[in-house]
């Protein structure tokens, strides 16, 4: 058996070389190949705390595979539970320099939404934000489309029926679930592809958009930054600065249909929309080290009177992992 040093160093050895045919592969691109976690990377027994190891692979080929599965909890004890469509996540590559000097690397996210969404134009939430009156707390809830109630507030940040890795972050169940509607009885739907732009820069990892109208890359969302550490926060919405992302639990085992992660930081993701407090929703982002996104969990309350409320959840779940 090799000693803890000798591992050490055949381990750096063989890391070494692959960095070096990584790099020969992009001789013609000035810049380094620095980015989201590589394929085979390794850091010994815990996982590692350079966060770039637990966002999308960042060579071309690999295909994420996820499920989307929405429960309605109905006020006689029993659970409906409706499953949208699968969504796919493919990573294309190193790509071109960021302006700030940064290497990017696409990932394609293919999605499906109802005929109505189509084109990604803004959602009108509204919701009742949560407060406390007379020592009787009230975690609020979205209002149902359509309905009227005493004291709702519309989002200020609209959001857009986008994929899960392209939405704001902090009402990606709901929105999800409205835009795709997992009833599966909508008229017609339409498949949509968004493409975005990943870098990683100084052990931090940001998503890099195209807006509407605009030809110019942009820095839209921080997906990590600095070490994990327990009980670290950092801005998440960098248009709006209205997310926030706290580290949960740095290192932990998680199971989902794609198999069983032995080291994933599970976040916590909250959006405060404006002074009343943070929106009627709890987000739970998990990531997998040397895989990236594995799992999302959103849970809310829905009401149509203000009175009675229906508490709802939205589960995405990593169903597999291919290289073709």
Known sequence: MKSPKTARLAALVILTFTSIA??????????????????????????????????????????????????????DGTVTTLTGAPDTVRTLGYCCVAPNGDSLYQIAITYRVTAYYA????????????????????????????????????????PRPVSTDTILAGVIGRVRTLADDFTNTAASYVW?????????????????????????????RCIFTRDFA?????????????????????????????????????MDVSTNDD??????????????????????YDVWRVTTDGQHFTKEDFTRSLVSLTYH
């Open 22 to 75: 990584f790099s020969i592969g992009l001789s013609s691109c000035s810049v380094s190949p620095s980015g989201p976690a590589a394929v085979g990377a390794s850091h010994g027994a815990l996982g590692s705390d350079n966060m770039c190891d637990y966002y999308y692979k960042k060579t071309a080929g690999w295909t994420y595979a996820f499920s989307n599965v929405e429960n309605i909890y109905n006020s």
């Open 119 to 158: 084109g990604r134009n803004t959602i009108d939430m509204y919701y009742l934000p949560p407060h406390s009156d007379n020592n009787n707390a009230s975690s609020g809830g979205f209002v149902d489309n359509g309905a009227q109630v005493s004291g709702m507030k519309i989002m200020l940040k609209k």
């Open 192 to 220: 949509q592809t968004d493409t975005l732009w990943a870098s990683e820069h100084n052990d931090t990892v940001l998503i890099w958009e195209r807006f509407p109208g605009s030809t110019v890359l942009s820095r839209s």
């Open 230 to 266: 327990k009980h670290v926060d950092w801005k998440y919405d960098l248009i709006w600065n209205t997310t926030m992302v706290h580290v949960d639990t740095a290192d932990m085992s998680l199971t989902v249909p794609a198999g069983t992660f032995a080291h994933v930081a599970k």
């Open 275 to 296: 002074v009343m407090g943070n929106l009627p929703i709890t987000e739970k982002k998990y990531f997998a080290f040397g895989v990236g996104f594995t799992k999302e």
